[in-house]
């Protein structure tokens, strides 16, 4: 079945270091990717997204391409901040109106 | 515009009590559904609806109703509670389809 595969956590960096979070996927078709961002204490809010092969999510600083080669969808951000501390979650749309998550990763940034 | 709201935000229940989780929103979005976090497992599905009336269960549906009888709401229901339930509740809604999906804060259940 459809599955998502993140790093596991937590990763800890310091401010203004460059964010690399991986996230593989296995799918049948093609599915649309999305990240997305639980801060401390709230609800996931979408982060950015992808629908189609080659595509690159933006948000806040944050990119994603969907690879479909490498069944690839890395979160990335140049410089981090301590304001982006939060749990990270890759999911893919598996048709059914249903998502299939990642297992989340945690991000520390340490001033 | 509230979003998705919860209630409530915490809960302690006994094994074999029975409770309803409130969810609403206010965005006139066709498409809730309720999931749960439990650590290092990501959001697994329970049931989701895609619009008034319908309703169809998710990866995780035992030990859980729901109903919408309106736009608006999608209460979610344990019959009878079990300490395997103990988790954080979102309920989460979009316009149509995954696109887009708004979480509301959750709700932290403990069954004892």
């Known amino acids: 079945g459809d599955s998502v595969t993140q790093m596991e956590g937590p990763v800890t960096l310091s401010e203004e270091a460059f964010l690399t979070i991986n996230c593989t996927y296995t799918a049948t078709g093609y599915p649309s990717l999305f990240w997305y961002v639980q801060y401390p204490g709230e609800g996931l809010q979408l982060l950015l997204k992808?629908?189609?092969a080659d595509d690159k999510g933006s948000n806040k600083g944050f990119e994603a391409t969907y690879r479909k080669e490498t069944t690839s969808f890395h979160l990335e951000k140049g410089s981090v901040q301590v304001s982006d501390s939060a749990v990270y979650f890759c999911?893919?749309?598996?048709?059914?109106?249903?998502?299939?998550w990642g297992a989340g990763t945690k991000l520390i940034i340490k001033p | 515009n509230a979003g998705v709201t919860q209630t409530p935000k915490f809960q302690v229940l006994k094994t074999g009590q029975s409770m309803t989780l409130q969810c609403a929103q206010d965005?006139?979005?066709?498409?809730m559904s309720w999931y749960r976090q439990d650590p290092g497992m990501g959001l697994r599905l329970i049931h989701y609806?895609?619009?008034?009336?319908?309703?169809d269960q998710g990866e995780v549906p035992n030990g859980y109703n729901v109903s919408r009888s309106t736009t608006e709401d999608f209460p979610l229901r344990l019959l009878s509670a079990a300490p395997s339930q103990t988790s954080v509740y979102f309920c989460?809604?979009?316009?149509?389809?995954?696109?887009?999906?708004?979480f509301g804060p959750g709700t932290r259940l403990l069954v004892l």
């Open positions: 992808a629908t189609k």
């Open positions: 999911a893919l749309s598996a048709g059914n109106y249903q998502l299939i």
């Open positions: 989460a809604s979009s316009y149509e389809g995954l696109e887009t999906q708004y």
């Open positions: 965005m006139n979005h066709e498409y």
């Open positions: 609806s895609v619009g008034a009336g319908i309703t």
